[in-house]
């Protein structure tokens, strides 16, 4: 907890602040095990999840979006999630992300079990521990880029790390955007205040849905590039789904997932290793 | 019929958007075609009373009463019945006598207190019951008719109330001082609240001051005699001035004066009704232009495979006309529902007789026009808007933004300027009163429908400037203490009323106020229960509300508040919710607009109230010189000898009695002008003449007349000047005008004469008014006190100091203005319903911008905030909005009212304060079930819901 989620000054909420939350949390173990790969060189998860399904429907109709599934996500680095459609991937994330809940097993981010978190705690969590960005309509479109960026803090009642917000201002690279609204900025604009707007309160961890899946190319790179600098420059921790080979190859890990499971992993991986592992993901 | 099939699943789809749709239509054909069903159901309910009171006579004699100037009333001569009854054709002729005016006969009650009705006059007439076989009349009931000069019958209501019993001796008071009667018999008459005393004929002709006279005498005809044969063989014996009708004609003059009640009292309900309904308009408008925002792609994509934009227009247009309907339906089962159970209360109650409730097809085809059109009418727009969509819309993401046009512009103007220029030329007065009417009708809605046009440019920046975190944290604050204690009050009431309706707390007791009798309550039945449960649980329903919705608001405010000043979140929330309302300033606008109507009319009937209160104040104060009046209690004319009595009191200064009648100038065709007579009118002392020219020289010689200002201009008079007047008994006086009078607050328009000289002319003209000072070097509650005393010899005149004329009058425009904001009421209902289906639709078009809030770390807590944020700013809006316009309207029509009646403005600020805090309420209330349905929401879903 480097980086305390700060609560308003003096803020009326009865219910129990970020401290309390931490109090709460249920003893974890600090390095559960991940399969399919030797985790003895990381340096700590951000998050992960146990023995985690996402079961809907009952008896005939019960439908396993997510079997039996365990993974962690290593501080500091960037996994990328692949998979076809309807292999579980996006649910797994929102899980993670405390925008879902798994059916049975466990999740933390951090040292906090999600399963056990009403929701007040778990948007306070989202609010202060995770950054989001979505595929696409990721800014609410009557605020201006700062405002969008800043939204998180401002849900919070706090202020912005001055420094730190020039430094991620900077990195994306809309100085001179910061007070257009949304609708004046092009998609691939959009997309780099959405990840400002993640790093913002210095999350724990940062979830992306396919975040360059809604504009070209160029752009995606961009976005992608920076993504990569904020794991590199300030030790952010990313996880993204997406679809696109290219973009899985800027991440430091890619997981597969078909029918539920998560099925195979690269680390370090490259475009063409990326395709080929695609390619026999069925066999 | 694909288009009919689309209209159909847009319904389907959107039935959850559309239910407050409906129910601000079934608000409003509800009260429509319950103004209808109410005034007919009356109407046929008196019509049954006259006719069955009516029902054994042929024909009626009685006097002529419509007077052309200067005739004189027909007398009938008691002779005339002798006359009547000798003839072969009548089988039966009966004469009949009604005191004039109300409470001239009143019994003392044990205290020797004069015993009136709670809720009617009380009448006297002399004794006329089922007599040889013809019915109608009163119905014996108990003991026998009057027998005699000391014999009196009273119907059983009020022998019942007042604890009266056959055989008693009571103590009248009549016009002559007090009289003792023997209580003989006990008569019933279909007329709730309304007390009867009953004489014999002769008694009743002494009593009532008309020895010789009968007002009415009713007819049977011989058997086998036609009616029409009756009044051919009557009519020759009639002296002038009186004629014989036959029952038909007995029975629509019988209820005339009632048909005439009902009707003003239908057409008051259905212009409150319309008003409500136009403040649905903007409802129906709203929700419309939302769904086919919502529906963009979706119509898009019909355009794309080929459907034409007009086959879109009436799919929509159909729908509206579904929604209208299924509106209007379930309104005219309202109105027949609310109906039905009034008149349930009424025969419960006692004293009515079983009545059935009328829905004519009038009611029914006027109700569903209406909903029909109105729901059709302000779809149009949308409908249009639905039907220019293109094709590419479909593949467009961002639905399209709206265009401010410059055509909104220049018609919300024009249609503004027109319905300003009806309204100012409608104040003109020069076009009658039903043209005056319709104008200030028609130039309301136009001002109405051009503001909320022209509103939509400067809602967005209106609403941040509203919007500032101060104001709506302190307006939510008040609203939410408000709604607490609301809460709690209507909670405990409602509760209470259950248990009392439960019959479990027996008879209540409540001690009379001012040392009126105790009113013992006791467990209603019947449809009064129902009433009662019905009451009961709506408030408990609605206090329950108001405690769940009021600590919310009030924590809100009390947070914004603080933060405001310590720079927490809760500033974020009320940006998020200024920038929402500001989005779609039209939407705003046309929610305000719905709102604005009917506090524009809350404010405009108030500041009418507050202005002519300090009219009539400053009226009492300054140009009435007189410290008592004595006046009729239900306006009949005052006994001869009360002024003498009166000036013979010590310590009264100057007394004056007030008569009045029509003069005409310029012979047989000329026109007619009031006449006010006062005594001793040589000086200001009773009234303020304010003479402008002239003197009072010759006035009290009867050789000279004061005229009015407005009178002096429109015929151009002046001091000096001779005009010749022509009285009511048709002879003509050459006067001089002696002087001017410009204060025209009694006078305008009228010749103002001495009592000597208008006596001369109009012997039969009673006093109106009396009006007397008070010396200076007196005690002023005791000179009034004695003054009042002495009225107690009198039935039915009362006697009024400064104070207690101010107080009555505002207690009458209180009374006034609390039945019109009740009845206005109802817009505001409907407007409440326009707030939360805006805020409801406004919500469910930014789910996915929720989701995203809510997946960033905004709480359910802060997310109901900006919610209810957003409603507050709304309603303060267009609460704002209709304060203005109701002041604009205020003002105008105080300049349009003749000074005589109201002549300053005055603006009740604590009125409008009031209004103010109310659109608080309507705001946090408004919010309540959107915010908690938004905060349900579920972050993913709402995401997904792209």
Known sequence: MTDAAPTPPGSPDPSPGWEALDDMTTTAPPVPPTPGSDLSDTIGLAAYCRNASKIYGQGDTEVRALDDVTVGFETGRFTSIMGPSGSGKSTLMQCMAGLDTFTLGQTYVGSIELSSLKDKELTLLRRSKIGFVFQAFNLIPTMSAEENITLPLDLAGATADKQWMDQVVATVGLADRLHHRPNELSGGQQQRVAVARALASRPDIIFGDEPTGNVDSKAGTEILQFMRRAVDEFHQTIVMVTHDPVSASYSDRVLFLADGRIVDEIRNPTEDGVFDKMRHLGD | MTIIKLAFRGI???????????????????????????????????????????????????????????????????????????????????????AEGANRFLPLDADDEPFTSTSGPTLAFSYQGEVDGREGGFEQVEGVAPTGPGSVNLNIEQAEDGGFA?????????????????????????????????????????????????DEIAIQAAPGTLPSDVL????????????????????????????????????????????ALFVSLFIIYNTFAILVSQRIQEIGLLRAIGATGAQIRSSILIEAGLVGALGSVAGIGAGIGVAALIEALFESQGGFPETTTVISLRTVLIA??????????????????????????AIRQEGSHPHRGRGRIIAGSIITVTGLAAVGFGLSGSSGVTGTLALLGIGAVFTFVGVALLSGLFAGPAVMILGRSIPVGVLGTISGVLLLIGGLALVFGGLSALVFASGATGEITIPGQNGADDQVLTAPTGAGKVLTILLGSGFGVLGVLFLFSGPRALADGVRLVRDSFTGGSERKMVRIARENSARSPQRTAATATALMIGLALVTLV??????????????????????????????????????????????????SEYRSADVRVGGPNGEIYGVDSFTASTESRIIDYGLDAGSFDGVADGTAVIVSRSLADDRGLDVGDRIALEFEDLETEDLEVAGIAGNENFLEGSFITDNGLFI????????????????????????SDAAKA????????????????????????????????????????????????????????RTHEIGL??????????????????????????????????????????????????????IPWLTLLIIVIMAGLIGVLAAYLPARRAAKLNPLDAIASL
Not at chain 2, 387 to 392: D, T, Y
Request: glycine share 10%; hydrophobic share 50%.
């Open chain 2, 760 to 783: 001369e002319h109009n012997p039969d003209r009673g006093i109106e008014s009396i009006g007397a000072t008070i010396a200076d070097d007196v005690d002023f509650e005791t000179v």
């Open chain 2, 12 to 98: 389907k789809v959107g039935l959850g958007r559309l239910g407050l749709t409906v129910l601000a239509i079934t608000l409003g054909v509800g009260f429509v075609s319950g103004s209808f069903i109410i005034s007919d159901s009356l109407g046929k309910l008196f019509d049954g009373i006259v006719s069955e009171a009516n029902a054994g006579l042929d024909a009626r004699v009685q006097a002529i009463d419509e007077l052309s100037f200067g005739q004189q009333p027909g007398v009938i001569p008691d002779t005339l019945v002798d006359e009547i009854q000798a003839l072969n054709r009548v089988a039966d002729a009966e004469g009949f006598v009604v």
């Open chain 2, 368 to 393: 569903i026009a209406v909903g029909l059109l109105a729901t059709m009418v302000s779809a149009l727009i949308p409908a249009f808007k639905a039907g220019r969509i293109s094709p590419v819309e």
């Open chain 2, 166 to 214: 056959i055989g008693d001796t009571i103590t009248f008071q009549t016009p002559e001082g007090r009289r003792d009667f023997e209580l003989d018999g006990l008569v019933d008459f279909p007329a709730p609240g309304v007390y009867f005393v009953l004489f014999d004929l002769e008694t009743a002709q002494e009593l009532f001051d008309k020895a010789g006279q009968l």
């Open chain 2, 606 to 655: 108030s500041v009418l109230g507050e202005s002519l209160r300090a009219s009539l104040s400053q009226v009492l104060s300054e140009s009435v010189g007189a410290d008592l009046f004595v006046n009729g209690e239900f306006g009949e004319v005052l006994p001869d000898d009360f002024a003498i009595r009166l000036s013979g009191l010590e310590g009264i200064d100057d007394v």
């Open chain 2, 853 to 906: 809030l809510r997946a960033v770390g905004m709480t359910r807590q802060q997310l109901m905030s900006t919610i209810r944020w957003e409603a507050i700013m709304v309603s303060l809006f267009g609460t704002l909005l209709g304060i203005t316009l109701g002041i604009l309207f205020g003002i105008a029509g105080v300049r349009a009212i003749p000074d005589s009646v109201i002549s300053e403005v005055s």
């Open chain 2, 232 to 275: 051919d063989a009557v009519e020759p014996l009639l002296p002038d001035g009186v004629e014989v009708i036959d029952q038909a004609a007995a029975n629509s003059a019988d209820s005339e004066d009632f048909n005439q009640i009902i009707s003003i009292l239908g057409n008051i309900l259905l212009a409150f009704a319309l008003i």
């Open chain 2, 790 to 845: 002495l009225a107690d010899d009198y039935a039915g005149v009362q006697v009024l100091n400064n104070e207690d004329l101010q107080e009555q009058l505002e207690t009458g425009i209180s009374a006034l203005l609390v039945l019109i904001n009740g009845l206005l009421g109802l817009a505001l209902v409907v407007a409440f319903f326009g707030v939360v289906n805006t805020i409801v639709l406004s919500v469910l078009e």
